[in-house]
Structures are given as C-alpha cells and as structure tokens.
C-alpha cells in the first residue's frame, strides 16, 4: 500500500467537527449498525466486520461482528480503523499485514488479523468520520468489485446516519430497514451454501456462482439504498 499521510491539524479541525452531531448517535438503533456489519461480512464471507465512528483521540464501534472482545471504543492509535480517515474517497487494504503491518498504528491493532479492507465513512461534504471495515485472519486478496460494493456499503452506513439525525423516532421506518437487511442477509446466506456444494472452486458451475455472487452483491446494496431513500421521502415535510 502508498504510505498513508497523516491530516493536518486543519483538516483534522473540520473532520471532528462534522463529526460532532453523530458521535451521540451510536446508542440508538445500535441493531441496524450492527447488521450491516453482519451483512458486510457475509457478502465478503469474511469472519469479522465493523461500523466506527473515529474521534480525535478514540474509535467508536456502533457496529460490530465476529470479534466479543473488542470494546465498544478504542484508543485511536489502538485501532487500525482510524487509518480509513487518512484517505478519504479510497479503499484502503492490507492484504497482509504479517507482511506488511500499517505503520499508523500500534502493533496491538493487528495481532488478531492478518486481512483488512475499509472505505471511510463520509459526510455529503467529503469529510471522513468514520470507516467501514471488513477483517480476516488469514491473508486475501480483495478485487476491484469487492472494493466497489465496500464503497458502496459505507455510503449506506453514512445515510443511516443521516437519518438518525432526522428520524430516530420513526420506528416503522427502521423497521422497514431492518426487513430489508434480515432479507438480504438470507439471499447471501442460501447462494454461498449453494457454491460451497461444489469440490472445486475452478468448476463451471462455481465460477458462475461466484459471478452469480457478485451480481447479488450489488441487487443488495441496491435494494437497501433503495430502502433508506424511500425512508426520507416518507418523512414528514417541514
């Protein structure tokens, strides 16, 4: 990976500050945050996936799957999250960090893991505030497609958040939303058992599946952002 630059003190100022109105949003509707990182890691059949909200000197976690030990915040050097918000607009990916640990954060960051993908979190405006970030134990290699639906995935977390600001007391809204992700979860849940009925992964019929995969990777976010679009319109108009 490019070595990642550090932010100046400048536009550190204007990233805390667009992510004030958020940070006191990370204890409600915890369950969505949480099953969009479920959702993340099924769709990338990784064991570990997060939603993290980074602050000036700690990472929040609203979201969090496959890892009981981590803490619902971290000391910021402590957490390889806060890396995603040194590079807005891109995919920031270590496809082994045993081989080539971040250097932004500390050794404890990535002891658990040798994998790790993430796309920032970002404000209409372009300001990073948080990361989504999907993690393994083993190295892996992560494709063009696959950093594309992450993006796409982190835009969706970012419009979640939005609409907490708006309308965290619109509990049928979120209802629909949860609806929405719970089906997902169970379309990906039943292709991937169906790929793994195959002995080789070079068949015909896997790499189908796994273009078939692909495919139903990006109906989901669709059908999701569908989903949080048809929120907003159905809020009440001012």
């Not at 003190?9 to 667009?18: C, F, I, N, S």
């Not at 619902?72 to 270590?94: G, H, K």
């Not at 082994?96 to 970002?122: G, N, T």
């Not at 049928?172 to 089906?183: E, M, S, V």
Request: glycine letters at 2%.
């Amino acid at each position: 990976m490019a070595a990642v630059l550090p932010i100046s003190p400048e536009q550190e100022a204007q990233r805390l500050q667009a992510l004030k109105p958020y940070k006191t949003l990370t204890n409600l509707h915890r369950e969505v945050f949480e099953q969009i990182a479920r959702l993340t890691a099924k769709l990338f059949a990784a064991p570990m996936a997060q939603v993290s909200l980074v602050d000036a000197d700690e990472v929040l976690y609203p979201g969090n799957v496959g890892d009981p030990k981590l803490a619902d915040r971290l000391a910021r050097e402590d957490s390889i999250c806060a890396v995603a918000v040194y590079r807005p607009n891109t995919t920031t990916v270590f496809p082994d960090l045993r081989a080539q640990p971040c250097q932004w954060v500390s050794k404890e960051a990535q002891k658990d893991f040798a994998f790790y993908a993430s796309h920032p979190i970002q404000t209409a405006t372009g300001q990073p505030i948080g990361s989504l970030c999907v993690l393994d134990k083993k190295p892996r290699e992560f494709t063009a497609n696959e950093q594309f639906i992450l993006q796409r995935l982190a835009d969706i977390a970012m419009k979640l958040l939005d609409l907490e600001l708006v309308a965290a007391a619109e509990q049928a809204l979120w209802a629909a939303i949860q609806g929405r992700i719970a089906l997902s979860l169970q379309r990906i849940e039943t292709l991937t058992a169906l790929a793994r009925w195959e002995v080789s992964p070079e068949t015909a019929t896997a790499r189908a599946y796994q273009v078939s995969i692909h495919e139903e990777r990006l109906l989901i976010v669709q059908d999701i952002d569908y989903e949080i679009s048809m929120a907003f319109a159905r809020l009440p108009k001012a």
